[in-house]
C-alpha cells in the first residue's frame, strides 16, 4: 500500500514569495500532521489535523504559516513570504487516528530553501 | 510540559560492537507512548517501535532491543552486534492523548566498517 507521500520533494524560492506543500496521507488516516526540521535538529511540531479540523495550531510559528485540509485526506501547507529562516525540511506524517497510541507514519519530507 | 532527552548527540562505533541509544522523558500524564524512529541518509523517518505507558515488558527484534523503565523515566535502545547499514539518526518520541507527538533532537549513530 501506498505511504505518506509529499510533493514537491525540494523547492527553491526567492525571499517574500509564498509557497504552498502538499501531503497525502495513507489512505483511512484520519489525523495528519506537519512537523517542520532544521537542518541537524529534531523536529518542530507544527499544527495537528483530526479530520478537517485543526485541533492544535499552536506550533504554528506564525502568521505568515497556515495549513488546511479537505475532505479528511490532502493537506496543504503555505508559508507567505518567505523567509531566509523559514529554510528546512517540512515532513508530514499520519496516523489512523489522532490517540497517543496510534503511529505516527512519515512521508518523505519537502525540502524547503529560502534565497 | 512534554519533554525528550537524548542526551548523546554523535556515537559512533565499530561494526559488530553494542550500541545503546538514551532516550529520557518528561510528562505528568499517567498515559503516554514511547517511540523510536530511524531516518537514515535518505531523511524518511521510519517507525521502529511503539511501547505503551502502562506495559513495562522489554521487546527484542532481531538485533534491536529496548529496556523502558517507568521509575528513570527512560525508554533506551540497544543495538547489538552493529551493522554499517544502521548509521542513521534516531529519534526518541512522547506521545499522549493530546495528538502531537514531541521528539527528542536525536542521536546520530555511525557504524564505521
Known amino acids: 500500500g501506498a505511504g505518506v507521500s509529499q510533493s514537491p520533494s525540494n523547492k527553491v524560492t526567492e525571499k517574500g514569495k509564498d509557497v504552498e506543500l502538499r501531503c497525502d496521507p495513507i489512505?483511512?488516516?484520519?489525523?495528519l500532521y506537519w512537523y517542520r526540521q532544521s537542518l541537524g535538529q529534531g523536529l518542530e511540531f507544527l499544527i495537528y489535523?483530526?479530520?478537517?479540523?485543526?485541533?492544535?495550531k499552536s506550533g504554528l510559528p506564525s502568521d505568515r504559516f497556515s495549513a488546511e485540509r479537505t475532505g479528511g485526506s490532502v493537506s496543504t501547507l503555505t508559508i507567505q513570504r518567505t523567509q531566509q529562516e523559514d529554510s528546512a525540511v517540512y515532513l508530514c506524517?499520519?496516523?489512523?487516528?489522532?490517540?497517543?497510541?496510534?503511529?505516527?507514519?512519515f512521508g518523505p519530507g519537502t525540502r524547503l530553501l529560502v534565497l | 510540559a512534554q519533554k525528550v532527552t537524548q542526551a548523546q548527540t554523535e556515537i559512533s562505533v565499530v561494526e559488530k560492537e553494542d550500541v545503546t541509544l538514551d532516550c529520557v522523558y518528561e510528562?505528568?500524564?499517567?498515559?503516554?507512548?514511547l517511540f523510536w524512529y530511524k531516518q537514515p541518509p535518505s531523511g524518511e523517518l521510519v517507525f521502529l517501535i511503539r511501547?505503551?505507558?502502562?506495559?513495562?515488558q522489554n521487546e527484542i527484534s532481531g538485533r534491536y532491543s529496548w529496556n523502558f523503565q517507568k521509575s528513570t523515566s527512560s525508554f533506551n535502545f540497544t543495538i547489538t552486534a552493529s551493522q554499517v547499514v544502521d548509521s542513521a539518526v534516531y529519534f526518541c518520541?512522547?506521545?499522549?492523548?493530546?495528538?502531537?507527538?514531541?521528539f527528542g533532537d536525536g542521536t546520530t549513530l555511525t557504524v564505521k566498517p
Open positions: 510528562t505528568r500524564d499517567t498515559t503516554y507512548y
Open positions: 489512505s483511512g488516516h484520519t489525523a
Open positions: 511501547r505503551n505507558s502502562f506495559d513495562e
Open positions: 506524517a499520519s496516523s489512523l487516528e489522532g490517540q497517543g497510541w496510534a503511529t505516527q507514519y
Open positions: 518520541a512522547l506521545k499522549t492523548n493530546a495528538g502531537k507527538s514531541t
Open positions: 489535523f483530526q479530520g478537517n479540523s485543526a485541533p492544535d
